[in-house]
């Protein structure tokens, strides 16, 4: 990538939640910039700080100078300004008070493990309850080959549909599942109604 030049652009969304670690999971972009790129970050905090309704997030550039980050800088005033002008401080506030408290951020740590432990063992027993379906199902290897919140399932657009249709599942049309909607409580329901649409 380096020696092609390329403008790298990372989308960290669930920083936390692949890993169970905010810092393993971020450890990509170190190494870029360590690497000597210079790249683009777009940082959410909705849902590892679960601050849906606050939308905060964050856009950090590594440029090759000061004068470069003082001319990407203007430029991206001026495309804010007509969308948002002055975003809402609430969130960044909040998420600025956990990060810069130590015991605040131990808490939040130790939260994002948890959370993450918990999707990656519902991952793990929706996969190991599909496949104890038997072979008419196959293998389901590929969602705990993925991490983080959501998995792609690939399920078609047709089978989608009748799971929205006839058992009131719903999910992107791609099959995207968002594994931290998964419960004791609901997955042999949906394991039965995917099973049902194969």
């Known amino acids: 990538m380096l020696k092609k030049n390329h403008l790298v652009f990372f989308d960290c969304a669930y920083q936390g ?5 905010a810092e393993a999971d971020s450890y990509s972009i170190r190494k870029f910039v360590a ?22 997030g964050l856009f ?10 003082e001319r990407v800088k203007s430029q991206l005033k001026i495309l804010i300004r007509g969308m948002y002008s002055n ?3 609430h969130g960044a506030r909040i998420v600025a008070e956990v990060l810069t408290d130590l015991e605040l951020k131990q808490e939040w740590t130790r ?6 432990d918990r999707i990656n063992a519902m ?27 959501f998995c792609y399932t690939g399920l078609t ?6 799971l929205r249709e006839e058992f009131h599942i719903y999910c992107t049309d791609d099959g995207r599942f968002s594994m931290a909607g ?17």
């Open 87 to 89: 975003p809402p401080v």
């Open 111 to 116: 939260e994002c493990k948890a959370m993450a």
């Open 17 to 21: 939640f692949a890993s169970g670690d």
């Open 157 to 162: 657009i047709q089978q989608v549909l009748r």
């Open 60 to 69: 950090s550039m590594v440029t090759a100078s000061t004068e470069e980050c």
């Open 35 to 56: 690497d000597g790129h210079y790249i683009l970050l777009s940082q959410s905090f909705a849902k590892n700080f679960g601050l849906y309704g606050e939308r905060v």
């Open 182 to 198: 998964i419960n004791s409580s609901n997955i042999d329901y949906l394991v039965q109604s995917v099973v049902a649409v194969l």
């Open 123 to 149: 991952r793990l027993l929706f996969r190991e309850k599909l496949e104890a379906c038997g072979e008419r199902v196959g293998s389901w290897r590929h969602i705990t080959d993925q991490i983080g919140m």
